[in-house]
């Protein structure tokens, strides 16, 4: 009989995994690079500086999660504070046991564009803004955590721009520091 050594503890996202089973798991995550932060830049990241990501925009599968997924997931640990893009005014908030759990929608004009950003799955309690509320870039929005329909702690953040949804990676990465 042959057993299997076990694998090297891994740490993400305050999981640990250490059979072979859950390593392989966490190391088979959708990701992408991480970014760099400009903090000069009317347009900024979530957070201040780069974070892993989970899962990205587009096609997915998985069970009982949608098949397009119109964000990205960011994993910078539970309770981490979670920043505003760029200047605006929020158009809506919610707190629900479903969909985005605690979430807020900012909208923005950036580049003589209509953009919206959306923040979702955010810790009970910690949500900062209010609908009608100006906003500046930098400003809390609240803390990472994994309400309404979420698989652990993370920022799943949106972009849309002039009401189509769009790559918030592919989005910010050509406007942070332009």
């Known amino acids: 009989m042959t057993t299997s050594a076990p694998a090297s503890p891994i740490t993400r996202d305050g999981y640990t995994a250490s059979t072979p089973t859950q390593v392989a798991a966490l190391q088979s995550m959708r990701t992408a690079p991480t970014y760099v932060n400009d903090l000069t830049s009317p347009v900024q990241w979530p957070f201040p500086a780069g974070v892993p990501f989970s899962d990205m925009y587009g096609p997915r599968s998985c069970d009982g999660c949608a098949s397009f997924h119109k964000g990205i997931d960011m994993l910078?640990?539970?309770?981490?504070p979670i920043q505003v893009i760029a200047d605006g005014t929020v158009i809506e908030t919610g707190e629900s046991d479903s969909g985005f759990g605690v979430y807020a929608i900012v909208e923005h004009v950036v580049?003589?564009?209509r953009i919206t950003t959306l923040y979702a799955h955010m810790q009970w309690g910690s949500l900062l803004l209010e609908r009608g509320q100006t906003v500046r870039v930098g400003d809390g929005v609240g803390r990472?955590?994994?309400t309404g329909l979420s698989t652990g702690p993370h920022l799943h953040f949106e972009v849309t721009e002039d009401g189509q949804s769009v790559d918030p990676y592919a989005w910010l990465t050509e406007k942070v520091g332009r």
Do not use: H, I, Q
């Not at 910078?76 to 981490?80: A, K």
């Open 76 to 80: 910078p640990g539970v309770g981490t």
């Open 111 to 113: 580049d003589g564009r």
């Open 144 to 146: 990472v955590g994994s």
